[in-house]
């Protein structure tokens, strides 16, 4: 396993169609034009003449509804309409990828193997799955290619989706099911947590404002802590509760209703559910 940031795009030489400019889409091309790739080699396609319009004016990017010209403008196209639009959209652009064009997709859960018999054996794949703090250059992505894959190809990757944040190759590529459930999803997960304190603050008699800007700075602050520390987060939590203390009321709470069987169960959920959009792909 290999994983790697790089920062500056000033110099990256090649053109990025976007397939979709919905939530994950621009929270990558975003991260990408703070990192300083030009907007002018970013084209997003979107369904609508108003989202176009929309696109250009919050990003100043190249915008399109002609999946088809953008595609034909691009050394890679990035996939980013839901699973089930996937099969549709991915037999409609393959006449209109650019020789050597690399594709990279974000879709949940459908497989290499789908795409090769939608677009064609040789087609050059990477197959990733980012999350949306990619946004803020803080995106944590899993990445496979298939062996159509130049050296070149997986570096193009590489330097896209580390430029938001870390980017993993990955030895096998059913392990995104997993990352799905870790790093795709888990942002979902942070934000009810943060739900659930900022509540649970407000019912303790702070107001909504203060309990939120404290429990988004700690959880914040948590993860920096993390990132930056020799220890891990079980030696973290125990600095934190002192025997005989308040938070150790606490963590026998979270500990006797179960915490980590409700995470263990949510997270196979998640990458049963990715599995099953797999299978469903298959049937295209
Ligand atoms: N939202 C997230 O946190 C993550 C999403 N993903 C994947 O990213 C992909 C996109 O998800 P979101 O951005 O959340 O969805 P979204 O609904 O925000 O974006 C999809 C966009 O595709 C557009 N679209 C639909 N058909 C189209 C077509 N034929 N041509 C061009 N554009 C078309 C829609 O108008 C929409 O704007 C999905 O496959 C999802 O599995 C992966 C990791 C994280
Ligand atoms: O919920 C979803 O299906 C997408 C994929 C991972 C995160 N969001």
Not at 43 to 53: F, G
Not at 238 to 254: C, H, Y
């Given at each position: 396993?290999?994983?790697?940031?790089?920062?500056?795009?000033?110099?990256?030489?090649?053109?990025?169609?976007?397939?979709?400019?919905?939530?994950?889409?621009?929270?990558?091309?975003?991260?990408?034009?703070?990192?300083?790739?030009?907007p002018?080699?970013?084209?997003?396609?979107?369904?609508?003449?108003?989202?176009?319009?929309?696109?250009r004016?919050?990003?100043?990017?190249?915008?399109?509804?002609?999946?088809?010209?953008?595609?034909?403008?691009?050394?890679?196209?990035?996939?980013?309409?839901?699973?089930?639009?996937?099969?549709?959209?991915?037999?409609?652009?393959?006449?209109?990828?650019?020789?050597?064009?690399?594709?990279?997709?974000?879709?949940?859960?459908?497989?290499i193997?789908?795409?090769?018999?939608?677009?064609?054996?040789?087609?050059?794949?990477?197959?990733?799955?980012?999350?949306?703090?990619?946004?803020?250059?803080?995106?944590?992505?899993?990445?496979?290619?298939?062996?159509?894959?130049?050296?070149?190809?997986?570096?193009?990757?590489?330097?896209?989706?580390?430029?938001?944040?870390?980017?993993?190759?990955?030895?096998?590529?059913?392990?995104?099911?997993?990352?799905?459930?870790?790093?795709?999803?888990?942002?979902?997960?942070?934000?009810?947590v943060?739900?659930?304190m900022?509540?649970?603050?407000?019912?303790?008699?702070?107001?909504?404002?203060?309990?939120?800007?404290?429990?988004?700075?700690?959880?914040?602050?948590?993860?920096?802590?993390?990132?930056?520390?020799?220890y891990?987060?079980?030696?973290?939590?125990?600095?934190?509760?002192?025997?005989?203390?308040?938070?150790?009321?606490?963590?026998?709470?979270?500990?006797?209703?179960?915490?980590?069987?409700?995470?263990?169960?949510?997270?196979?959920?998640?990458?049963?559910?990715?599995?099953?959009?797999?299978?469903?792909?298959?049937?295209?």
């Open positions: 396993m290999t994983h790697s940031t790089v920062n500056d795009l000033s110099n990256f030489p090649k053109t990025i169609a976007f397939i979709g400019a919905g939530n994950m889409a621009s929270a990558i091309f975003g991260g990408l034009l703070s990192n300083g790739l030009a002018e080699q970013i084209i997003a396609t979107t369904k609508s003449h108003e989202s176009c319009e929309r696109t004016e919050n990003f100043g990017i190249r915008a399109t509804t002609s999946n088809h010209n953008a595609c034909e403008a691009a050394d890679i196209v990035v996939l980013c309409v839901k699973p089930q639009t996937l099969p549709e959209v991915a037999k409609d652009i393959a006449p209109h990828l650019s020789p050597d064009a690399l594709v990279i997709s974000v879709a949940a859960g459908i497989d193997d789908s795409m090769t018999r939608w677009m064609g054996e040789s087609t050059p794949i990477v197959r990733c799955m980012p999350n949306t703090p990619s946004q803020i250059q803080q995106g944590a992505c899993g990445l496979f290619a298939n062996d159509q894959c130049s050296q070149q190809h997986k570096d193009d990757a590489e330097s896209i989706l580390s430029s938001v944040g870390i980017a993993v190759w990955l030895d096998n590529e059913d392990d995104i099911h997993a990352v799905t459930a870790v790093s795709a999803s888990g942002p979902a997960y942070i934000f009810l943060l739900e659930a900022i509540e649970a603050g407000v019912k303790q008699g702070l107001s909504q404002e203060l309990s939120k800007s404290l429990a988004i700075q700690t959880v914040l602050g948590a993860s920096a802590l993390a990132i930056s520390s020799e891990d987060p079980a030696e973290l939590r125990k600095r934190v509760t002192s025997p005989g203390g308040t938070t150790e009321q606490a963590i026998n709470v979270f500990e006797s209703k179960n915490l980590r069987a409700i995470f263990s169960d949510a997270m196979d959920a998640c990458a049963n559910r990715s599995k099953e959009l797999a299978k469903a792909a298959s049937d295209h």
